[in-house]
């Protein structure tokens, strides 16, 4: 088992940063891809981004592409978003997810999540 715990959520105006990170225990997450979702009221949730097991490969959803940067210190067991340029349209919970799959298709752990609102 995996425990994931998110922090670094908050309140943020339009066009600052924000640097969630995700904490993981009970294994280490050194042979999971590892990524982002957020879900926002009213909506389902939707895959951010993701990094390979060796930290590689970097994938993105195209709503954060070039604002987002996703990294991962498999030595501290943990994974790292850092969202920069946020919009109010980020306004979300963000989850951190360990699975399989460049875009993380297959979740097998999810942490508690994580506010993030931007004011505009």
């Known amino acids: 088992q995996v425990q994931l715990v998110e922090s670094g959520g908050g309140l943020v105006q339009a066009g600052g940063s924000l640097s969630l990170s995700c904490v993981a225990s009970?294994?280490?997450?050194?042979?999971?891809?590892m990524g982002w979702f957020r879900q926002a009221p009213g909506k389902e949730r939707e895959f951010v981004a993701s990094?390979?097991?060796?930290?590689?490969?970097?994938y993105y959803a195209d709503s954060v592409k070039g604002r987002f940067t996703i990294s991962r210190d498999n030595a501290k067991n943990t994974v790292y978003l850092q969202m920069n340029s946020v919009k109010p349209e980020d306004t979300a919970v963000y989850y951190c997810?360990?699975?399989?799959?460049?875009?993380?298709?297959?979740?097998?752990?999810w942490g508690q999540g994580t506010q993030v609102t931007v004011s505009s």
């Open positions: 009970g294994r280490t997450i050194s042979s999971y891809v």
């Open positions: 990094i390979t097991v060796g930290g590689g490969s970097t």
């Open positions: 997810a360990a699975g399989d799959s460049t875009r993380l298709k297959s979740v097998y752990y």
